[in-house]
């Protein structure tokens, strides 16, 4: 982190009727924030269930890229890494 700033996590809970459409509801969330909030880390975005808490899920690649950027697809994306979203 930068100097004498410090890391927070901010829990949003959601509603979905899988865990594909609840990546999906975090990822647009992750973009919003990300194009407004240069603090916002995507590649930390992860989903877990009220029923199983210590699994994990990352809805993000984050793969380091050589531009020092990291990887804004989804995690389970075919091709290559990208540190910006096709519009």
Do not use: K
Request: with cysteine.
């Amino acid at each position: 982190m930068n100097g004498n700033r410090r890391q927070f996590t901010v829990h949003l809970p959601i509603r979905a009727a899988n865990p594909q459409t609840a990546a999906v509801i975090a990822r647009t969330i992750g973009h919003t924030i990300a194009a407004a909030f240069r603090a916002l880390d995507t590649r930390d975005i992860t989903l877990t269930s009220p029923d199983e808490p210590e699994v994990v899920h990352r809805v993000f690649c984050g793969r380091a890229l050589t531009t020092g950027r990291r990887c804004v697809l989804r995690t389970d994306h075919s091709g290559d890494c990208n540190p910006r979203v096709a519009r």
